[in-house]
């Protein structure tokens, strides 16, 4: 999420935090917003990029990503198998 507000104008930012303290009022989004106003107010400016022009199919960096690349899954897991103690 850190990523996508800092495309935003102060003013987006701020209309941000009003929506999530009506609604969810999530503590780390909130932080997370104001903190970046914070840090608008220092001097930051919005970074290039429209966030709406985001690649599908692919991370923030391009990279494709693909269900091919998952793990597959392992044997299941056995159950009933002796408990082994040591020492006695």
């Known amino acids: ?13 701020e209309g941000l935090l009003e929506h999530e303290r009506a609604h969810a009022s999530r503590m780390p989004v909130i932080e997370v917003l104001r903190t970046r106003i914070a840090e608008l107010d220092a001097g ?3 970074s290039g990029g429209d966030q709406r022009e985001a690649r ?5 960096h391009g990279s494709p990503v693909s269900p091919d690349g998952a793990a ?9 198998l002796r408990q082994v103690t040591w020492g006695g």
């Open 44 to 46: 930051a400016t919005p």
């Open 1 to 13: 999420m850190k990523h996508r507000i800092r495309s935003l104008e102060r003013d987006e930012v």
């Open 72 to 80: 597959q899954p392992g044997p299941p897991d056995r159950h009933g």
């Open 56 to 60: 599908e199919g692919g991370t923030s």
